[in-house]
Antibody, heavy 117, light 107 residues
C-alpha cells in the first residue's frame, strides 16, 4: 500500500527556516515524480515544486531561490528545505506521488507551516 | 504559466441533481487535465485523469470530458458524500496549476 507521511511543520518567525520531510512506503521515491503542493488557510491548492526521477527539479516562481526539494534514496524520503520564510508561505504542505504521464494520485495527510512573529 | 479558471465558484444543489463544473485553460493542454475532490481537513482525492479517465474506485456517477482548453466534470446524480470542493489541475507542463475550486453545497 502506498503511504506518504509528512512531518516537520510548525510555527516559525518570518525569515526563518524549516525542513519538511515526507516518508514514503509501498513504492520507491527515486523512481517517481514527487511534488510538494500547498494550501493556504481557506484558499485553493498551489503547486510548489517537483523532483523528477532523473533528479531534475522545478519550482513555482514565488519560492525560487528560497526553497529546495531533495530526496534521500536510502531513507525513501522526500524533503523541502524552506528558507527566508514569509507570512505568505503559511499553508498546509502536502507531498504527492506522480506517476509518469499521470497527475498526483497519492497524497500525504499534510503538515502545517505557520509563519508569524 | 498556464492559468486554469473554474466556474462556478460555488454551486448549490440537491440530492439527485445533475451537476456540471467547468474548467478553462489559458492555452491548450491537450487532455492533460485532472479533477480532484477535497473535503474539509483532508487531502485532495483524485477522481479523473487525462480529462475523462475515471480513477480506480471512484463511483461511475463522476465523469469528465473535454480537450484543448475546455473541460467539464459532471456528477450525474449528486449523493450526500459528494458535498465537497472540486479542483481541476493541468499537468501538461512541469508547472502544474490548479483551478480556484468549486464548492458544492447543499441547497
Amino acid at each position: 500500500e502506498v503511504q506518504l507521511v509528512e512531518s516537520g511543520g510548525g510555527l516559525i518567525q518570518p525569515g526563518g527556516s524549516l525542513r519538511l520531510s515526507c516518508a514514503a512506503s509501498g513504492f520507491t521515491v527515486s523512481s517517481n515524480y514527487m511534488n510538494w503542493v500547498r494550501q493556504a488557510p481557506g484558499k485553493g491548492l498551489e503547486w510548489v515544486s517537483v523532483i523528477y526521477s532523473d533528479g531534475t527539479t522545478y519550482y513555482t516562481d514565488s519560492v525560487k531561490g528560497r526553497f529546495t526539494i531533495s530526496r534521500d534514496n536510502s531513507k525513501n524520503t522526500l524533503y523541502l528545505q524552506m528558507n527566508s520564510l514569509r507570512a505568505e508561505d503559511t499553508a498546509v504542505y502536502y507531498c504527492t506521488r506522480q506517476l509518469t504521464g499521470d497527475p498526483s494520485g497519492s497524497w500525504g495527510q499534510g503538515t502545517v507551516v505557520t509563519v508569524s512573529s | 504559466d498556464i492559468q486554469m479558471t473554474q466556474s462556478p465558484s460555488t454551486l448549490s444543489a440537491s440530492i439527485g441533481d445533475r451537476v456540471t463544473i467547468t474548467c478553462r485553460a489559458s492555452q491548450s493542454i491537450s487532455s492533460w487535465l485532472a479533477w480532484y475532490q477535497q473535503k474539509p481537513g483532508k487531502a485532495p482525492k483524485l477522481l479523473i485523469y487525462k480529462a475523462s479517465f475515471l480513477e480506480s474506485g471512484v463511483p461511475s456517477r463522476f465523469s469528465g470530458s473535454g480537450s484543448g482548453t475546455e473541460f467539464t466534470l459532471t456528477i450525474s446524480s449528486l449523493q450526500p458524500d459528494d458535498f465537497a470542493t472540486y479542483y481541476c489541475q493541468q499537468y501538461n507542463s512541469y508547472s502544474q496549476t490548479f483551478g480556484q475550486g468549486t464548492k458544492v453545497e447543499i441547497k
